[in-house]
């Protein structure tokens, strides 16, 4: 569905990506971690569109968007939740996923998906009126998934959605992780927490200084040694620790 | 009975103040430029509704109105797409892109002096003559009928900006474009619509001056910037501010003119600019939210 072919890309002068090749398949969760700077955020704004490859290829549902601006491949169904929630604090609840149905003709089909986002989020529901800038992390958070919903997304790229939150949220963030896949919607997912990515992921990418330095299934990662020291908090041979 | 006149008149100008501030504050929450030739898409609009009086010496105020606007728009457009935005695309620092705000406000006095000249300009009788009671009190209907219109417009701009999807992405793009964007948002296109709904504010509040006054090609200068004093008075960037800002600007300039002098009425709003950027810097709707 998604594949990138040796991305090199960066910002100004800089080339952060290098030889980034990467698929997602419809349906799946596909998990992407790494340390701080390993380029994962500039992966995934490589292939929302802000930043333009200056090597390989983007291919999305059968046609290349590299060179796309954001809108298009927004419009296209590939939606990305950018990390850091970054709702639209002044405007209220309901207005922010108005605004993210920008480009949905139909009024009734509007209606519709703010039902459907209302319904997935009741915490959406509860505080429809009020600013979103003053919604708790985590509501932020669920506020920020409602808003990719309306725009009725095939594929999601969601950027560190647990960081900054408390325990519970994160596991409710998580859930509904789960539960995108389960409405059709596939998923590619950033995480600092590795465990916690790769226990929810069918596959996993490792990035390490702008390449992808490995890949497998979530179980294979988990178990595999390197990603277990570097990664997962582990040292070789001992139990969990986390 | 005086008092009211004077204060319908202090209520009217603000008004004209209220638009101009929230054309300002529209294009700095969108883009962060000063639009330094607001004050030009003014005095435009002015020179645009006397001209289409003088073509139909018959028709209704409100057209007039609405040909002010149409026009300002337009330029407001025409600025954006030829000038701005392909300095913006150019990544031209924003204190560049600020600067030839200025440029193209110096091109429209001089376009304006070629094509109106440079005598004040009387606009013919808009409203009735004969004085409207209010309560018992005389009130000019030109005052009344402009505070209407000042007060129409903001409300509908409010209810465009609330209650239209295009309104609400228009926000959006104001507080976090890059997010907007990835929800589908068209940046070109709400720029666009930005400076349209920032000239036509513009416009109207031009026809409104000069119907109260006069038009004069230079006309803009400091009514620019006493649109920016009232958006800075508001809190820079705030709508809400820009129009209560424009009101209470109205208000001061008035009062003072009356009770201080009228010699120094223009410097008593450069006074008070300097004042608020010196004691109150994020403005009306600063001070309310310290407080929340």
Known sequence: MLSLKAIDAGYDD???????????????????????????????RTICGFL???????????????????????????VHVPEGRRVFAELSVEENLLAAAYLVRERREVKRRLGEAMAYFPVLERRRRQAAGTLSGGEQQMLAFGRALMTGPKLLLLDEPSLGL???????????VRSFRETGVTVLLVEQNANLALQLADRGYVMETGSVRMHGSGAELLANAHVRTSYLGHTRGEGDVV | MYLAELLAGALAIGCVYSLVALGFAMIMRATSIIHFAQGELLMLGSMSGLSTLWLLPKLPAVAVLICGMVASGILAVAMEFLVYRPLRLRRVALMNVITATVGMSILCINAARLLWGSEPLRYPELFSTSAYRIAGVPVSPQLVWIMAFGVVLMGLLQLF??????GLVMQAVAQDAEVAQLMGANLTRMMLYTFAIAGMMAGAAGVMFGSLFFSFFEMGFLLGIKGFVAATLGGLGSLAGAMLGGILFGLIETFSAVYVSSAYKDAIGMVLLIAILLFLPSGLVGLWKARG
């Open chain 1, 166 to 176: 408390a325990p519970l949220m994160v596991a409710e963030v998580m859930r509904s």
């Open chain 1, 52 to 78: 333009r490859p200056r090597k390989g290829a983007i291919e999305f549902d059968g046609r290349t968007i590299s060179g796309l601006t954001p809108d298009r491949i927004a419009a296209l169904g590939l």
């Open chain 1, 14 to 44: 800089a080339l952060t990506l290098r030889g980034v090749s990467l698929e997602v398949e419809r349906g799946e969760i596909v998990a992407m971690i790494g340390a701080n700077g390993a380029g994962k955020s500039t992966t995934l």
């Open chain 2, 161 to 166: 900006l609330k209650r239209t999807r295009t």
